[in-house]
C-alpha cells in the first residue's frame, strides 16, 4: 500500500506546463525526509528523474523539475514533449516503516 | 559503466520456490545497497526491501517480510530474491536497484535499475 498520494493522470498540449503533487504524512516527507522522481516509459524500468527534492542526474533535461514543501512535493514539466508521456513516481523514506516508499504514480498524457 | 543485470524470465506453479539474481558491475558492490521493488501487472510501484551486500544486513517492508528473502553473494556482486513457496499474486516484474542514500538522515534513492525479471505464477 502507497503511503505517498499522487493524481492518477495529468495532460497538458505540447510545449506547456504540467505539475505533479506527491503528498505523504510527518512520517515521511514531513519528517524531513528527501523525494524523488522516477519517470517509466512503457515496457521499460524506472528512470531516476530527481534525486534530493530538486536535483537532477546527468543527462536529465532541465525541463523537470522538483520541489518539496512541508508535507508534499511536486514535480513540473515544462515545455512538455510527446517523449514525456510516461507513469511519474514520488519516493520517500518512511521512518515508521522503516524503509523506502513510492507514491501512487501519475500518468502524464501529451495531448 | 554501472550495470544491474537481472536474470530472465520465471515461470513456475504455485507452491514452488524460486530465487532470481541481480549482478552488479562498473562500480564497487559493496559500497552501495541494493533494492528490490516489486511492479504487479498494470500496477505502481512497490518498495519491497534492501539489503547490504557488505554484511548481507537486510530490511524489508512490512508488507513483504517473512513472504521474501534478500540475500547476497558479495564475491560475485550479486544479488537475489527468493520465495520458499510461490503465489499466484507473486507474478509481477520485479526489479533491483542501486541504494544509494542522499545525506545523513535524508533516506536513499534508487540511481541504477535492472532490466526487470517477469515471474509468472501459474498452474
Known sequence: QSVLTQPPSVSGAPGQRVTISCTGSSSNIGAGYDVHWYQQLPGTAPKLLIYGNSNRPSGVPDRFSGSKSGTSASLAITGLQAEDEADYYCQSYDSSLSGGVFGTGTKVTVL | ?123
Open chain 2, 1 to 123: 559503466e554501472v550495470q544491474l543485470v537481472q536474470s530472465g524470465a520465471e515461470v513456475k506453479k504455485p507452491g514452488e520456490s524460486l530465487r532470481i539474481s541481480c549482478k552488479g558491475s562498473g562500480y564497487s558492490f559493496t559500497s552501495y545497497w541494493i533494492s528490490w521493488v516489486r511492479q504487479m501487472p498494470g500496477k505502481g510501484l512497490e518498495w519491497m526491501g534492501r539489503i547490504d551486500p557488505s554484511d548481507s544486513y537486510t530490511n524489508y517492508s512490512p508488507s513483504f517480510q517473512g513472504h521474501v528473502t534478500i540475500s547476497a553473494d558479495k564475491s560475485i556482486s550479486t544479488a537475489y530474491l527468493q520465495w520458499s513457496s510461490l503465489k499466484a499474486s507473486d507474478t509481477a516484474m520485479y526489479y533491483c536497484a542501486r541504494h544509494v542514500a542522499v545525506r545523513a538522515a535524508a533516506g536513499y534513492y534508487d540511481d541504477y535499475w535492472g532490466q526487470g525479471t517477469l515471474v509468472t505464477v501459474s498452474s
